[in-house]
């Protein structure tokens, strides 16, 4: 027998963290002790309250039965006062709030809902590969858009809009940016919503890491103030140490709320009640506790930044989120060189940038999720290496 696949299986590959983590592990059964630096899952434990919550919530009869296909009202007045606490953003949890199973899943479903064949998208490069991806496999065509170190990690206004066709619907954007670290310039992405406003493009604001080590958390509402063309996804995996539970949420006015949700309805049967009940505690941790979980990532952060340094890999200190991006020293031809040379070499896994797009290249990405004396030992085994060249 002959199994034919779909034509969209061939437009997309393995994720690259798939395969390589397999590489990693294969490494492992060799003996070698692989350091990871390369993947954004924390390893801190989400709050006391948000576990007890959750194990309470496990022995309760109902919570094993399928759940609202929006999520219980309760988690989503919860995303809506954390937004108003932290971004000063009012929502109405009823019609503008939709939590997910992961904020990945949102990229697909917004795709689905909102793009025909053909339609085209804006995309960033360098970018998170899901928003290529997920146009590809909604019958969309993926229009690459520039980001570059010079700009600050921005787009092109003039570019952008050489690129725009009767074609475009969707661009996607995230700030504080993955894989970069630049911040939330609310000048710059003002002029990016104009843009939007101007051409009908529903802007796209992919928004998981405001609350890492950055000093001022925003909302692309907080430009957008009428809801008209963005929409907001956000993540509980980066800020509450919670990448395994899948929780994210959708904000949206009323229309792309019950559009994304047409989607979403026929894909899942809703969220386990005890990761709802769960997710609401979380929400309502106190700022002490936030405040307490950047402490560790700064701490983490400097040890990284001396890594860098020691190597002559240029950085921005002044670069927010979970990364730490780098450009490469003229010792490697590109990315790819380095970060081989690193794993195989010093036991130390890093990201290549050019997994994000062409414009990453010649740079590497690092995680901070990682404990403190592991990541000196990266530094002293990378600093060996260098050594010894």
């Not at 094993?64 to 988690?75: A, F, K, V």
Request: charged share 25%.
């Amino acid at each position: 027998m002959e199994i034919q696949f779909s034509k969209r299986t061939n437009l997309i590959k393995e994720y690259y963290f798939s395969k390589k983590l397999e590489e990693v592990h294969s490494l492992k059964q060799q003996g070698m002790d692989i350091i990871s630096l390369g993947i954004g899952s924390p390893d801190l434990m989400p709050s006391d309250d948000t576990l007890l919550s959750t194990i309470e919530a496990i022995k309760g009869k109902s919570s094993h039965q399928y759940q609202s296909y929006r999520s219980i009202i309760e988690l989503r007045k919860g995303f809506a006062e954390f937004y108003k606490n932290y971004y000063n953003i009012e929502l109405n949890a009823e019609e503008e709030v939709l939590p997910l199973i992961g904020s990945k899943e949102g990229i697909f479903f917004i795709s689905m809902a909102m793009l025909n064949e053909g339609d085209e998208v804006l995309v960033p490069n360098p970018g998170y590969p899901s928003y290529s991806n997920a146009t590809k496999l909604a019958g969309g065509l993926p229009v690459f858009f520039n980001l570059y170190e010079d700009n600050d990690w921005y787009p092109n206004i003039k570019e952008l809009e050489s690129l725009v066709t009767d074609k475009t619907r969707l661009m996607w954007i995230n700030y504080p940016n993955m894989p970069t670290g630049a911040t939330f310039n609310a000048k710059r992405v003002s002029l990016i919503v104009d843009f939007c406003k101007a051409n009908n493009i529903v802007l796209c604001h992919d928004n998981p890491y405001s609350m890492i080590l950055s000093e001022n958390m925003e909302s692309i509402f907080s430009i957008d103030t009428k809801k008209e063309c963005c929409l907001e996804l956000n993540s509980m995996s980066k800020s509450f140490n919670m990448p395994g539970w899948r929780i994210g949420v959708l904000i949206a006015n009323k229309l792309i709320v019950d559009n994304v949700l047409k989607v979403k309805s026929n894909v899942d049967s809703g969220m386990f009640l005890p990761l709802q009940t769960g997710a609401i505690s979380a929400l309502n941790n106190s700022k002490e506790w936030h405040k307490e979980r950047n402490k560790i990532y700064s701490e983490r952060r400097d040890i990284i930044f001396q890594l860098l340094d020691n190597i002559e890999f240029q950085h921005n200190k002044n670069a927010v989120g979970m990364f730490v991006w780098a450009k490469i020293s003229n010792k490697y031809r590109n990315a790819d060189e380095a970060c081989n040379d690193i794993l195989y070499n010093a036991g130390v896994f890093i990201t290549p940038g050019n997994v994000f797009g062409s414009n990453g290249d010649n740079y590497v990405r690092l995680s901070l999720c990682c404990e403190k004396d592991r990541i000196i030992e990266a530094r002293d085994r990378i600093d060996k290496l260098f050594n010894n060249k």
